[in-house]
């Protein structure tokens, strides 16, 4: 079993900065991708940002140049650097994650959302 826990989320005032989380543990052989996703009520789920094994990442073109995705060492965490905050950021930030298992089966888990509120 596969378990991704997130942390970091919170609110903030516009032009502010946050830090999200996401630690992947359990049966993981490798990971083929990381990413984090957010929903804004009404709204339907958008990726946000991405890293895929090699570590090329891409972003949405509303957060480029604000946001920055990155991993650790053991490339089991994946991060979220979030400055210049807007008030049109503010939704339920969910990391995803892609990975194998050691049979080699492919899984994407969904970690349980945090949220984050950008106040004007």
């Known amino acids: 079993q596969v378990q991704l826990v997130e942390s970091g989320g919170g609110l903030v005032q516009a032009g502010g900065s946050l830090r999200l989380s996401c630690a992947a543990s359990?049966?993981?052989?490798?990971?083929?991708?990381m990413g984090w996703y957010r929903q804004a009520p009404g709204k339907q789920r958008e990726l946000v940002a991405a890293?895929?094994?090699?570590?090329?990442?891409n972003y949405a073109d509303s957060v480029k140049g604000r946001f920055t995705i990155s991993r650790d060492n053991a490339k089991t965490t994946v991060y979220l650097q979030m400055n210049s905050l807007k008030p049109e950021d503010t939704a339920v930030y969910y990391c995803?994650?892609?990975?194998?298992?050691?049979?080699?089966?492919?899984?994407?888990?969904w970690g349980q959302g945090t949220q984050v509120t950008v106040s004007s």
């Open positions: 890293m895929i094994v090699g570590g090329s990442t």
């Open positions: 359990g049966s993981i052989s490798s990971i083929n991708r």
């Open positions: 995803n994650v892609v990975y194998f298992d050691k049979i080699g089966y492919s899984y994407n888990r």
